[in-house]
């Protein structure tokens, strides 16, 4: 969840942005973390350490966007030496970027609402 206080009044702007497709849930702030963990980490399974959720969880969430979208977010690939991994597609580096531009300009919008707002009490 986006905060940011003001510095006149003792208040918190908070806000929760996510994209559904039909049913679905393309992306909000727990599945953004997904991808910015894996992306990180370099392993689904890594992504779930880092995070303190499962593994199992972390796949769903994964099969969700990519079937909500109707492309690949992340590759896999196994074994070996390194033990496989996984990395984000072009596609997925795009949607976590958008996330976080929308999530910046909703902020700073919705905050310059409130400040006006506050300014005139």
């Given at each position: 969840?986006s905060?940011?206080?003001?510095?006149?009044?003792?208040?918190?702007?908070?806000?929760k942005?996510?994209?559904?497709?039909?049913?679905?849930?393309?992306?909000?702030?727990?599945?953004?973390?997904?991808?910015?963990?894996?992306?990180?980490?370099?392993?689904?399974?890594?992504?779930?350490?880092?995070?303190?959720?499962?593994?199992?969880?972390?796949?769903?969430?994964?099969?969700?966007?990519?079937?909500?979208?109707?492309?690949?977010?992340?590759?896999?690939?196994?074994?070996?030496?390194?033990?496989?991994?996984?990395?984000?597609?072009?596609?997925?580096?795009?949607?976590?970027?958008?996330?976080?531009?929308?999530?910046?300009?909703?902020?700073?919008s919705?905050?310059?609402?409130?400040?006006?707002?506050?300014?005139?009490?």
């Amino acid at each position: 969840m986006s905060q940011e206080k003001s510095s006149r009044l003792d208040y918190t702007l908070k806000m929760k942005m996510w994209i559904d497709i039909g049913e679905k849930t393309l992306i909000g702030e727990g599945r953004r973390e997904i991808l910015r963990a894996i992306s990180e980490t370099g392993s689904l399974a890594g992504a779930a350490r880092k995070l303190g959720m499962s593994y199992k969880k972390v796949i769903f969430s994964i099969e969700e966007m990519e079937e909500a979208l109707g492309r690949k977010l992340v590759e896999r690939y196994k074994g070996g030496a390194k033990k496989g991994g996984a990395r984000l597609t072009k596609l997925g580096e795009a949607l976590l970027r958008a996330y976080d531009e929308a999530e910046k300009r909703a902020m700073e919008s919705a905050s310059k609402v409130w400040e006006n707002f506050f300014s005139r009490i």
